[in-house]
């Protein structure tokens, strides 16, 4: 287990992280099925991502001054992955086609 490490003034709330963060992997997922080249996509998903931070009133310096000191607390940086992938996880059930049913 990490040693705890105070985090640094500024630093987002783990709460505010996770919503951010299941934002950019919607983001980043929509920017995925777009038939774009590389530089388009780039420039599509820098568009979202400024979205992003101005819904939720982040700096994007903020943002990733608060995502590094969570990389670096691997304890916390996995917690919050978890509620990531977790909250993630349920949208896409949620959105997913029922199963075909067999009538025979």
Known sequence: ???PVPPPEGTLQ????????IDIHLAEAFVSTEIL???Q??????IY??????????SKERYYQSHGYYTKNTDKFKLIYGV???????R????A???SIDTK
């Not at 991502?49 to 982040?58: L, Q, R, T, Y």
């Not at 990531?84 to 349920?90: C, F, I, N, P």
């Not at 896409?92 to 959105?95: D, E, F, R, V, Y």
């Open 84 to 90: 990531v992938v977790d909250s993630l996880s349920a």
């Open 97 to 99: 086609p029922p199963p």
């Open 41 to 46: 996509a780039k420039e599509l998903f820098k």
């Open 14 to 21: 783990e709460s505010k992280m996770i919503d951010i963060l």
């Open 37 to 39: 080249e590389a530089n």
């Open 92 to 95: 896409k059930t949620k959105i």
């Open 49 to 58: 991502e400024d979205s992003i931070f101005k819904v939720h009133s982040v």
């Open 1 to 3: 287990m990490d040693k």
